[in-house]
């Protein structure tokens, strides 16, 4: 008799409660329903004028929009999503708010953000609930590249001792399928593994999970296609920065007048840094930045740390609280760049990476960023070796080109700027 395997969290209770469905129910209940039945009691269905009927749907939306983000970014390595439960909460019904604002629809104000400490409160309490069972646990085939992988805060890895789950539930097995030694005990057991919906993931979809890069040593390990950002993103994600830009310049000019007018006062030369930076596709432009060096002292051609005796104190200053890359706003605006994507690096050092790196010139695919998901991850990086895992950093950006990854980078960048602390 074939031997029967269970997954974890395969059993009809634990569907229901740790399923979307129920979140849906239930998360609606609380941050819909409640907040409606304390303003407009029980009966509040049976006359829905377009106040209420406006207010539910702003509620609905709002909800619907967090629960899936949030979802969304948990699935990339280091999302941390409890410390961005607040700050979504908040920009999405500051973006409901805004909506109903500018269109002059009529809405209650109670109802909405009576739904908007409910919403906090769902999903913090989701999360602390449910964080134990959220944590992946994965059984290793104890064979070739496998052997090498380390647990993490988000995933929990058990070695294998013999081909058999001897009892233990698991959410998936993790082996090196190209491995020469995977005997055929193990293939068996693999093919067990599937046949009982348990799914089956070679190493290297569970190394990129972990540590957020995509190997890169050899090019045929990716498929050309899995490395193709979407072109229907890229058109919307260029409509939302030429947006944002428009609606962040008059805010952030006061602010750049400022920052100007510090550079000078300090040390002499220009307030702006121009330089010559490979973008998009392979195509050169001129970055626009605020300059934080002295313009009589000459370096190797990329910054040597924030020790670097070039820097101004103006420019320390104005580094560590990213106010030197506010030119970059009008690069967002003339299509050069966009808010995330991969650093622009200097003519220099591409001529110098291209030589020194494989498949460096590939990074161009997408538009050069202000930040992006190495600059979070990993800092800034000058030597090859650096730039090899910052290349690995933005193949990972480029395979999973998305809005969720953009919204994930955008509040760790955030996170950065506003603590001072953070990859540089």
């Known amino acids: 008799m074939k031997q029967r395997y269970e997954r974890r969290h395969s059993r009809w209770y634990e569907q229901v409660l740790l399923g979307l469905p129920f979140q849906l129910v239930v998360g609606l209940a609380v941050v819909v329903g409640l907040p409606s039945l304390e303003r407009w009691g029980w009966e509040f269905w049976h006359y829905l004028p377009s106040v209420r009927t406006n207010t539910i749907l702003a509620c609905v939306l709002s909800f619907l929009a967090i629960l899936f983000t949030l979802r969304r970014m948990n699935r990339f390595p280091g999302a941390q999503v409890s410390a961005y439960i607040g700050p979504t909460v908040s920009v999405v019904y500051l973006v409901a708010v805004a909506v109903l604002f500018f269109t002059r629809e009529e809405y209650t104000r109670q109802v909405l953000f009576t739904s908007f400490l409910a919403s906090l409160a769902w999903f913090y309490l989701a999360y602390f609930l449910g964080r134990r069972y959220r944590r992946l646990k994965l059984a290793v085939v104890p064979v070739g590249r496998a ?34 030694t995977l005997s055929a005990e193990w293939e068996k057991f693999l093919a067990r593994c599937t046949l009982n919906h348990i799914p089956v993931y070679h190493v290297r979809q569970i190394q990129e999970a972990m540590i957020g890069r995509v190997q890169i040593k050899h090019l045929t ?69 605020f300059r934080s060096m002295y313009v009589d002292q000459k370096g190797r051609g ?26 970059q706003l009008f690069n967002v605006l003339k299509g050069e760049m966009s808010f995330i994507g991969p650093r622009p690096e200097s003519m220099e050092l591409s001529d110098w990476y291209e030589r020194d ?62 603590t001072g602390d953070g990859a540089r």
């Open 357 to 418: 790196v494989p498949f460096f010139s590939y990074r161009h695919v997408v538009r050069p960023g202000i930040s992006g998901w190495a600059q979070v991850e990993q800092g800034y990086a000058a030597e090859v070796d650096g730039m090899t895992t910052k290349l690995q950093y933005d193949f990972y950006y480029i395979k999973h080109f998305s809005l969720w990854l953009d919204v994930l980078i955008a509040f760790k960048t955030l996170k950065t700027i506003v």
């Open 221 to 289: 390990e990716n498929e050309y296609g899995s490395l193709l950002p979407s072109l229907s993103y890229q058109g919307v994600k260029r409509c939302i920065d030429l947006i944002a830009a428009l609606i962040l310049l008059p805010i952030l000019v006061p602010v750049m007048l400022a920052t100007a007018l510090a550079i000078r006062l300090d040390s002499p030369g220009p307030a702006l840094f121009i330089q010559q930076r490979m973008g998009f596709r392979g195509v050169p432009f001129k970055v626009y930045k």
């Open 147 to 180: 052997e090498t992988l380390e647990a993490t805060p988000h995933i929990e890895l058990r070695a294998l001792e013999e081909p058999d789950m001897d009892g233990v539930r698991y959410d998936g097995i993790v082996a090196d399928l190209h491995a020469d």
């Open 302 to 327: 990329f910054t040597e740390g924030e020790d670097d005796p070039r820097i101004t104190r103006a420019g320390r200053f104005i580094r560590k609280c990213r106010l030197d890359e506010l030119p």
